[in-house]
T-cell receptor
């Protein structure tokens, strides 16, 4: 069973605020990912990392940024939240081709 | 056209039924195929991971891949109300943990 954690699980925040979504994994996986998922829709990759100090943008354009200073930690930051950022954000890590997901953060920007 | 197509459902079946969930894809380079189960307000959970064509069985679940038709299936035998969830297919052209391409998910409801 995968040990990957996300905090907060739910967040309601006002427009213009800076927010950081936390993701941690205890499995020592080098590769980590952030996905965005709207209700009933497919997952869209917004960022990924192949290891410490490695970050890349995914398929879906996003105004968020990520950092990877430690293997186990892959936080996502929105400098100025907008209502269009309202969505579910899922973090994952992988060994080989198998990706394991955290429980997600449901973000609502008012 | 999306790279991976999946009927969104919802698919409603009685308890004990055999369920068939399907995905079609267009990229012939895909070789690794996955099925995830996602409960409401949770992250996806990996159910099955298969390589190339053929069948793989795990308990009540069977994954089937037909690369010649670019078609994959997940069968659930003796379905239970606890199987009610959204099922996502995903695929990749490599097993190095690179980007997956997901279907939109099929919502399954198993009624007691």
């Amino acid at each position: 069973e995968a040990d990957i954690y996300q905090t907060p699980r739910y967040l309601v925040i006002g427009t213009g605020k800076k927010i950081t979504l936390e993701c941690s994994q205890t499995m020592g996986h080098d590769k980590m990912y952030w996905y965005q998922q709207d209700p009933g829709m497919e997952l869209h990759l917004i960022h990924y990392s192949y290891g410490v100090n490695s970050t890349e943008k995914g398929d879906l354009s996003s105004e968020s940024t990520v950092s990877r200073i430690r293997t186990e930690h892959f936080p996502l930051t929105l400098e100025s939240a907008r209502p269009s950022h309202t969505s579910q954000y899922l973090c994952a890590s992988s060994v080989g081709g198998e990706q394991y997901f955290g429980p997600g953060t449901r973000l609502t920007v008012t | 056209q999306k790279e991976v197509e999946q009927d969104p459902g919802p698919l409603s079946v009685p308890e004990g039924a055999i369920v068939s969930l399907n995905c079609t894809y267009s990229n012939s380079a895909f070789q690794y195929f996955m099925w995830y189960r996602q409960y409401s307000r949770k992250g996806p959970e990996l159910l099955m991971y298969t390589y190339s064509s053929g069948n793989k069985e795990d308990g009540r679940f069977t994954a089937q891949v037909d690369k010649s038709s670019k078609y994959i299936s997940l069968f659930i035998r003796d379905s239970q109300p606890s199987d009610s969830a959204t099922y996502l297919c995903a695929m990749s052209d490599n097993n190095a943990g690179n980007m997956l391409t997901f279907g939109g998910g099929t919502r399954l409801m198993v009624k007691p």
